[in-house]
């Protein structure tokens, strides 16, 4: 099993494809190449938490996504995820997601991991070589730290958008060329 982080895919959202200058034709084209895109990255039996912005569709369109995309799915809300929060129960009763957070914490391979939506200069036990994967900024926000954006748009961990999740290796592999915060909201 292999744990991935994503956000901002931004399924069926029209305007995304110019906002972010994604290379798809359409949001049906999108769609399809996106989901081909996570497929094969991530296999069935592996675990994805997306980090926000999961689509901008109503809930029946979520759920038609959520049952061709492998993996169990954890998801962190983002601003554009009223139809998630507002049928949370639904998502997770139904089996589409494992849980749905404004905000986790977890631990891989004895690797404290932030999970937010949004980038900060601080977060828990920054100063102490833990990491911050956020989304949001569609790659705009460049890592600070040992945090990074692993949105869909995220350029910073492989060189280029590649429109899927990234797995822990991956990420791990770009968090060890990168300097712990020096932020340390503690003084001197």
């Known amino acids: 099993m292999t744990i991935h982080f994503t956000s901002d895919c931004h399924w069926h959202h029209k305007k995304i494809i110019q906002y972010s200058n994604r290379p798809f034709i359409d949001v049906d084209d999108m769609t399809e190449k996106m989901i081909k895109n996570w497929n094969v990255q991530v296999a069935p039996t592996d675990t994805v938490y997306h980090l926000g912005d999961f689509a901008f569709a109503k809930i029946d369109k979520i759920e038609k996504i959520l049952s061709r995309l492998n993996g169990t799915k954890h998801f962190i809300n983002g601003n554009h995820d009223k139809e998630v929060k507002y049928n ?101």
């Not at 997770?92 to 997601?97: K, T």
């Not at 004895?110 to 956020?134: A, D, E, K, P, T």
């Open 88 to 188: 949370r129960n639904r998502l997770i009763d139904g089996g589409f997601v494992k849980s749905i957070k404004d905000y986790d914490e977890i631990t891989i391979d004895n690797q404290f991991i932030v999970l937010f939506h949004y980038g900060c200069r601080v977060w828990n036990r920054s100063h102490r070589n833990s990491w911050l994967l956020y989304g949001h900024s569609h790659s705009s926000l460049p890592p600070f730290g040992k945090s990074v954006d692993v949105g869909a748009d995220s350029t910073w961990i492989t060189g280029k958008a590649e429109y899927r999740p990234f797995s822990f290796h991956e990420i791990k592999k770009f968090m060890d060329t990168q300097p712990i915060s020096v932020v340390d909201h503690h003084g001197a």
